[in-house]
């Protein structure tokens, strides 16, 4: 039996402190929202994310972040991406060399265009920071339905270590040491399912949304090659593998967003219908960022920033899509003659 606590109360993290209290773990599950603690602890739910899957009763709600981080195998930060740096800012005094922290999450900073596990490290030097993603919707992880991710460390000792913690009879755990490309994979998507969710709300067929979703595998590799990645993890399950889920699913709420887009709501109606953290639109801008920076051309992730933050027209973006130069669908295979 190890000892984790997870930092960040809400669908996944909740989630998966379900997984590793159910695998035989002793959990912690910490939020800094007292209304939260309240719910978690009078209800054993998440009412709001999770209605209707009870906490096991081992499972630990704190409301204090020493004693959260205190004496613990893993610490798992499952805070939305938008508070991973404060967070981690706020912990730090409480976190001793060579502690192993497990980010859960999925984005990239604006402001600096990190990762969220560059972030952890940036703020949190002392530790050991991995990662763990793929196609997993906190719903099903919760309720035992089959799924499979992929841990992500620096050592193959740190990823076997989590990958035991979290390894189920109904979630499979496999390992990497491509923590860049796991991250960038993870992050990238969400920008792919919110045009996922467009063409669906514009009432377009199975060959659009295909052909967005091959091509967009094609911009995130691009970058995230030139950013390190691997091709492998791309193909893999926290690149292809969380780009089906997250864009075919109603489970998403990137895809969900995009949905309402589509069918002509404004962003800011979208996020208030959807009211969580939408990681896509929070993604969006640093990915092009990331783009013009390394010189990588990713239109799709182009028309979305314009749909987003320039009033763009969907169809607009379609049409400005299909008609651009033509070129080869890969400049790296080579005729014949």
Known sequence: MKKVSFLGAGSWGTALAILCANNGHKVTLWSKLP????????????????????????????DNLERACKDQD?????????????????????IEKGQIIVNVGKGIEESTLMTLCEILEDELPMADVAVLSGPSHAEEVSKGVPTTVVVGAKTEKTATFVQDVFMGKYFRVYTSPDIIGIELGGALKNVIALAAGILDGMGLGDNTKAALMTRGVAEISRLGIELGGKMETFCGLSGIGDLIVTCTSTHSRNHNCGYLLGKGKTLEEAKAEIKQVIEGVNCAKAAMALANKHHVTMPIVEQINAILFENKSAEQAVSDLLVRDKVSEYKSLKWQG
């Open 74 to 94: 893993i610490i798992v930060c499952s805070v939305a991406s938008p508070f991973v740096r404060s967070t981690a800012k706020e912990a730090r005094p409480y």
């Open 35 to 62: 209304s939260e603690i309240d719910m978690l602890r009078n209800n054993r739910e998440h009412v709001e994310r999770l209605p209707g899957v009870k906490l096991p009763d081992s499972i630990v709600i704190e």
